[in-house]
């Protein structure tokens, strides 16, 4: 795979995720089956990498989107209260 294609493939599920926020659970998927060898280093890097951006992503989300139009922002906002109100 190319690099540019690589880099257009991230930036399409950044984009993605923007728009719905589940998407972000590819990145990891992405990260992780763009390089040909699999490694537990690499599965690490991945997902640590992976979940940066979904929390970079999140934040995003959770600073543009209108207030309480945006169910994933409510329900994370919650568990520091009470987890039973999700």
């Known amino acids: 795979m190319s690099r540019r294609?690589?880099?257009a493939g991230l930036v399409f599920?950044?984009?993605?995720s923007l728009v719905r926020f589940s998407w972000?659970?590819?990145l990891?998927?992405?990260?992780?089956?763009?390089?040909?060898r699999i490694?537990?280093?690499r599965v690490i890097f991945a997902?640590?990498?992976?979940?940066?951006?979904a929390i970079a992503v999140y934040l995003l989300v959770s600073y543009t989107s209108s207030?309480?139009?945006?169910?994933?922002?409510?329900r994370v906002?919650?568990?520091?209260h009470s987890p039973c109100l999700l």
């Open 67 to 74: 207030p309480s139009h945006n169910a994933i922002v409510e």
């Open 24 to 26: 972000v659970i590819l």
């Open 5 to 7: 294609l690589w880099w």
């Open 28 to 36: 990891p998927a992405y990260l992780l089956i763009s390089d040909q």
């Open 77 to 80: 906002g919650a568990m520091g």
């Open 47 to 53: 997902f640590v990498v992976g979940g940066a951006m």
């Open 39 to 41: 490694s537990i280093r």
């Open 13 to 16: 599920l950044l984009f993605i």
